[in-house]
């Protein structure tokens, strides 16, 4: 029996801090696979998405989560020893090996079978805690709490900063920076200062109206 993954929060909150861990490099992810695939401005407003960031930060959670591997009586014996804990068991009854996610907060436990494919198996285990464990609770938690609160990242990769030092990144990667020492990067490289030193630098590399302090 053996564990792969550190990720076993042991509290909502605790989770809910390592989802918004990875918000910045789940935009950073999708920035940069856009780059790859040569996106021009206008295909990588259309194609880089709220929802395509959100599903890049889905799995980099799920992909930190601890995971069990050992034999169905190992499996068994652990059970044994958890028994409040509500077990959820995926696959057949017919094969030896199983892997395992327990989320002590929720004294919930969701397993899987497997006979060979072990790589394969852990994934889809943790996709599967994933979506039972974690997006419920990720989504009551969001939608008992203002949608916009200080320094909250949403479930789409974005970011406000406000109560008044105000800063939105977007989950396409702009920027705003206001109150007022204003300063606004959009996703596509174009920049601009004001408040009132007045900068802006265009996504072609052209300077209209540079550096006038």
Same mark, same amino acid.
């Given at each position: 029996?053996?564990?792969?993954?550190?990720?076993?929060?042991?509290? &909502?909150?605790?989770?809910?801090?390592?989802?918004?861990?990875? =918000?910045?490099?789940?935009?950073? &992810?999708?920035?940069?696979?856009?780059?790859?695939?040569?996106?021009?401005?206008?295909?990588?407003?259309? $194609?880089?998405?709220?929802?395509?960031?959100?599903?890049?930060?889905?799995?980099?959670?799920?992909?930190?989560?601890?995971?069990?591997?050992?034999?169905?009586?190992?499996?068994?014996? !652990?059970?044994?020893?958890?028994?409040?804990?509500?077990?959820?068991?995926?696959?057949?009854? *017919?094969? *030896?090996?199983? &892997? !395992?996610?327990?989320?002590?907060?929720?004294?919930?436990?969701?397993?899987?079978?497997?006979?060979?494919?072990?790589?394969?198996?852990?994934?889809?285990?943790?996709?599967?805690?994933?979506? $039972?464990?974690?997006?419920?609770?990720?989504?009551?938690?969001?939608?008992? =709490?203002?949608?916009?609160?200080? /320094? $909250?990242?949403?479930?789409?990769?974005?970011?406000?900063?406000?109560?008044? /030092?105000?800063? +939105?990144?977007?989950?396409?990667?702009?920027? +705003?920076?206001?109150?007022? /020492? #204003?300063?606004?990067?959009?996703?596509? /490289?174009?920049?601009?200062?004001?408040?009132? =030193?007045?900068?802006?630098? #265009?996504?072609? =590399?052209?300077?209209?109206?540079? *550096?006038?302090?």
């Amino acid at each position: 029996m053996d564990t792969e993954g550190s990720l076993s929060p042991a509290s &909502v909150g605790d989770a809910r801090a390592a989802f918004d861990a990875v =918000g910045p490099t789940a935009k950073q &992810v999708v920035r940069e696979a856009a780059k790859a695939m040569e996106f021009d401005r206008e295909e990588y407003r259309d $194609r880089v998405t709220a929802p395509v960031v959100e599903r890049a930060r889905n799995v980099l959670f799920a992909d930190r989560l601890a995971v069990t591997v050992g034999t169905r009586a190992e499996f068994n014996r !652990w059970v044994d020893d958890s028994p409040n804990y509500e077990v959820t068991l995926f696959g057949s009854d *017919d094969v *030896d090996r199983v &892997v !395992w996610h327990a989320a002590p907060f929720a004294d919930e436990v969701v397993a899987a079978t497997f006979q060979s494919e072990r790589d394969a198996a852990v994934g889809t285990l943790r996709r599967q805690a994933f979506s $039972r464990i974690y997006r419920p609770r990720f989504a009551e938690d969001e939608a008992a =709490g203002p949608p916009d609160a200080p /320094g $909250r990242d949403s479930a789409d990769g974005s970011r406000n900063d406000s109560a008044d /030092g105000s800063r +939105n990144d977007s989950a396409d990667g702009s920027r +705003n920076d206001s109150a007022d /020492g #204003s300063r606004s990067d959009s996703a596509d /490289g174009s920049r601009s200062d004001s408040a009132d =030193g007045s900068r802006s630098d #265009s996504a072609d =590399g052209g300077d209209p109206e540079r *550096d006038h302090r």
